[in-house]
């Protein structure tokens, strides 16, 4: 089974801050991914990686970047935490081909005072 | 552009049927679906891909339509189990990420 876990469950940060949210799959799988989840939006693509130290914009990239340098780890980082980004943040992982499904760890529910 | 999803909630008897449908305005390469139960991450469900593929396994299957680029989830004589929110992602071609719909959610009563 694929394994992918997330550093936090929860996480309470204050506005400002620099934030860092780990990803970690033991499946040796090329696609990585961040979204965060928020109620009445579904799931919005933040970032993503295909390969190490590769990385694309997703849907809302504004606020965030992103690290791979191990291919196992992908991070997210908020560079000056804020609070409309207080929202439940998913990884995902996937084999190459785009017709992979995606995995996902069980999130961390992040809060910026 | 975030794939259209309804109904946006529906709500069942045990042993009823559902139908959930997935639009896009962009031409797709595939279609995923994935299940999320409260508090839980979402859980892949099928994928379907060019070529009006059909898919299912036990009592929930799926299609897909790429020249209405519409995918339509059906759960049959549905379960207490497949009560969470259904979300269709949709991919359409090269590297690009899923792109999710904002989800249904279905309760199933007793």
């Known amino acids: 089974d694929v394994k992918v876990t997330q550093s936090s469950r929860y996480l309470v940060k204050r506005t400002g801050e620099k934030v860092f949210l780990e990803c970690v799959q033991d499946?040796?799988?090329?696609?990585m991914f961040w979204y965060r989840q928020d109620p009445g939006l579904g799931l919005r693509l933040i970032y993503f990686?295909?390969?190490?130290?590769?990385?694309e914009k997703g849907d809302i990239p504004e606020g965030y970047s992103v690290s791979r340098e191990k291919k196992e780890r992908f991070s997210l980082i908020l560079e000056s935490a804020s609070t409309n980004q207080t929202s439940m943040y998913l990884c995902?992982?996937?084999?190459?081909?785009?017709?992979?499904?995606?995995?996902f760890g069980d999130g961390t529910r992040l809060s910026i005072l | 552009q975030q794939p259209v999803q309804s109904p946006q909630a529906v709500i069942l008897r045990e042993g009823e049927d559902a139908v959930i449908n997935c639009s896009s305005s962009?031409?797709?390469?595939?279609v995923h679906w994935y299940r999320q139960k409260h508090g839980e991450a979402p859980v892949f469900l099928m994928i379907?891909?060019?070529?009006?593929e059909q898919k299912g396994h036990d009592k929930i299957s799926a299609s897909f339509n790429e020249k209405k680029q519409q995918s339509s989830l059906y759960l049959t004589a549905s379960q207490l189990s497949y009560s969470g929110t259904y979300f269709c992602?949709?991919?359409?071609?090269?590297?690009?990420?899923?792109?999710f719909g904002k989800g249904t959610h279905l309760i199933i009563q007793p």
């Open positions: 990686s295909y390969d190490v130290k590769m990385k």
């Open positions: 962009k031409a797709l390469y595939s």
């Open positions: 379907l891909l060019k070529g009006g």
């Open positions: 992602g949709t991919v359409g071609g090269g590297a690009d990420g899923l792109t």
């Open positions: 499946m040796d799988h090329e696609n």
């Open positions: 995902a992982t996937s084999g190459p081909a785009s017709n992979q499904p995606q995995h």
